[in-house]
């Protein structure tokens, strides 16, 4: 449920610390200084408890499937128990190298997260073999120069051919850097204005719609 | 072949397999193993952020000197019960609020440090032409130059994409699909490393088959 107060007020606070912020970079006063310093170390163990009502929310979800014993609980049931048991190793043995919450690290979570990604290996090769087809002029220049990078970069080949290799960071060097700079910059720009829009209260969408 | 004594290695090795089996189809041991790093995820993520970053910043202050030179950390707690208002129908208010200051912060801290680091520093990396050494690296800074003006002028939609304008866009076109390609072919290859790593992983470490 949200007032009228309610719904108007987080607009002046947004308007307020916005620009605050922004002066802070163009003035370095010692007394704005002072406060935005002040400010970021408020904000420092908050980012932490927001990161935990993200975990909550996880929990819950997974808590009321195994309530309501819905389809997969069992599978619910196994996030819950091994989140619990993480927690507990790391908050009883602590964080550090050598304990039960490292190894566990080590054996369990990067060997899973690890075979995960390179499960997209397969599934890569298979999209790029059905989605690489030479139809248009970009098309094919994508298809040359993924294969010019990829064999370019293989060491076996850079034994082979050296200008393949030598092509290859060409490509990566100063291509690849154009377009990746055009992107940073136009994303940049439309990043920037949309945040303009929100801190000067024009675009209203990102806290919700006043009831 | 000199299996592994270490029963963490075992249990890695399963794991992994586990995960392959998605290559099949989707089943049970794939699904136990998804939830299985979800749930370690979780309980990692909070152990990590309550040891290196709650505890330290906001719980440890507080205790030590909660009403002297720490008294400032008393608004982080309140501001973490705002958000923890999210899930109170009738506190939404403090909610958006907290949520209102987050974005502020976020955004005045966002604004200044974009403009300077991906805008004027990247226009300035492409304007700064080095025309002097070897003439790969000549022809590479004009590829550059060229390069991301056209990759720019490609997205700019204010004016019709017909002659010298059209032209430049679709050599940014070019320039664009260039980089798509070498940026598919490192997500390819890295994937590609991942996957080698954890055969060798069950090769080496578990089964002993290899050096």
Same mark, same amino acid.
């Given at each position: 449920?949200?007032?009228?107060?309610?719904?108007?007020?987080?607009?002046?606070?947004?308007?307020?610390?916005?620009?605050?912020?922004?002066?802070?970079?163009?003035?370095?006063?010692?007394?704005?200084?002072?406060?935005?310093?002040?400010?970021?170390?408020?904000?420092?163990?908050?980012?932490?408890?927001?990161?935990?009502?993200?975990?909550?929310?996880?929990?819950?979800?997974?808590?009321?499937?195994?309530?309501?014993?819905?389809?997969?609980?069992?599978?619910?049931?196994?996030?819950?128990?091994?989140?619990?048991?993480?927690?507990?190793?790391?908050?009883?043995?602590?964080?550090?190298?050598?304990?039960?919450?490292?190894?566990?690290?080590?054996?369990?979570?990067?060997?899973?997260?690890?075979?995960?990604?390179?499960?997209?290996?397969?599934?890569?090769?298979?999209?790029?073999?059905?989605?690489?087809?030479?139809?248009?002029?970009?098309?094919?220049?994508?298809?040359?120069?993924?294969?010019?990078?990829?064999?370019?970069?293989?060491?076996?080949?850079?034994?082979?051919?050296?200008?393949?290799?030598?092509?290859?960071?060409?490509?990566?060097?100063?291509?690849?850097?154009?377009?990746?700079?055009?992107?940073?910059?136009?994303?940049?720009?439309?990043?920037?204005?949309?945040?303009?829009?929100?801190?000067?209260?024009?675009?209203?969408?990102?806290?919700?719609?006043?009831? | 072949?000199?299996?592994? %004594?270490?029963?963490?290695?075992?249990? $890695?090795?399963?794991?992994?397999?586990?995960?392959?089996?998605?290559?099949?189809?989707?089943?049970?041991?794939?699904?136990?193993?998804?939830?299985?790093?979800? *749930?370690?995820?979780?309980?990692?993520?909070?152990?990590?952020?309550?040891?290196?970053?709650?505890?330290?910043?906001?719980?440890?202050?507080?205790?030590?000197?909660?009403? &002297? %030179?720490?008294?400032?950390?008393?608004?982080?707690?309140?501001?973490?019960?705002?958000? $923890?208002?999210?899930?109170?129908?009738? $506190?939404?208010?403090?909610?958006?609020?907290?949520?209102?200051?987050?974005?502020?912060?976020?955004?005045?801290?966002?604004?200044?440090?974009?403009?300077?680091?991906?805008?004027?520093?990247?226009?300035?990396?492409?304007?700064?032409?080095?025309?002097? &050494?070897?003439?790969?690296?000549?022809? &590479?800074?004009?590829?550059?130059?060229?390069?991301?003006?056209?990759?720019?002028?490609?997205?700019?939609?204010?004016?019709?994409?017909?002659?010298?304008?059209?032209?430049?866009?679709?050599?940014? %076109?070019?320039?664009?699909?260039?980089?798509?390609? $070498?940026?598919? %072919?490192?997500?390819?290859?890295?994937?590609?490393?991942?996957?080698? *790593?954890?055969?060798?992983?069950?090769?080496?470490?578990?089964?002993?088959?290899?050096?």
């Amino acid at each position: 449920m949200v007032t009228k107060i309610g719904y108007r007020l987080p607009f002046v606070l947004m308007l307020v610390f916005g620009v605050l912020f922004v002066v802070q970079y163009f003035v370095p006063h010692p007394a704005i200084k002072s406060t935005t310093d002040g400010i970021q170390q408020i904000k420092q163990p908050v980012s932490a408890f927001i990161i935990f009502i993200g975990l909550v929310g996880l929990l819950v979800m997974h808590a009321r499937r195994v309530k309501n014993r819905e389809r997969r609980w069992g599978y619910s049931l196994v996030t819950l128990t091994s989140a619990a048991a993480m927690a507990v190793v790391g908050m009883v043995w602590g964080v550090d190298q050598g304990t039960v919450y490292a190894d566990w690290f080590t054996y369990l979570l990067s060997p899973i997260e690890a075979t995960m990604f390179s499960l997209l290996a397969f599934f890569v090769a298979s999209a790029a073999f059905r989605a690489f087809r030479a139809r248009t002029a970009g098309a094919t220049i994508l298809l040359v120069s993924a294969f010019i990078v990829m064999f370019g970069m293989i060491p076996f080949f850079e034994e082979l051919f050296p200008p393949l290799s030598k092509l290859a960071s060409f490509i990566v060097s100063y291509p690849n850097t154009a377009a990746k700079r055009a992107i940073l910059i136009g994303t940049s720009l439309g990043a920037m204005s949309v945040a303009i829009k929100t801190i000067f209260g024009i675009d209203r969408t990102i806290l919700g719609r006043e009831q | 072949m000199n299996l592994a %004594s270490d029963p963490y290695v075992w249990v $890695a090795a399963i794991l992994t397999l586990c995960v392959f089996s998605f290559l099949y189809k989707d089943n049970p041991f794939f699904c136990f193993a998804e939830h299985l790093v979800v *749930g370690l995820a979780a309980g990692y993520t909070f152990c990590t952020y309550w040891q290196t970053i709650f505890l330290p910043e906001l719980i440890t202050p507080l205790w030590q000197d909660g009403m &002297g %030179s720490h008294a400032h950390l008393w608004i982080s707690v309140v501001i973490c019960f705002m958000w $923890a208002c999210k899930y109170i129908d009738r $506190a939404q208010d403090l909610f958006r609020c907290a949520l209102a200051f987050w974005i502020a912060v976020d955004l005045g801290l966002f604004l200044p440090t974009t403009m300077s680091a991906r805008v004027l520093e990247q226009i300035a990396g492409t304007v700064n032409l080095r025309l002097q &050494g070897d003439w790969t690296v000549i022809l &590479g800074n004009l590829v550059l130059f060229v390069g991301t003006i056209a990759s720019l002028t490609y997205f700019y939609f204010s004016k019709a994409h017909k002659g010298v304008v059209g032209a430049a866009a679709r050599v940014g %076109s070019w320039t664009i699909m260039v980089g798509f390609g $070498a940026t598919f %072919s490192y997500v390819v290859l890295s994937r590609i490393y991942l996957l080698i *790593g954890r055969v060798h992983f069950l090769m080496r470490d578990w089964l002993g088959i290899v050096e």
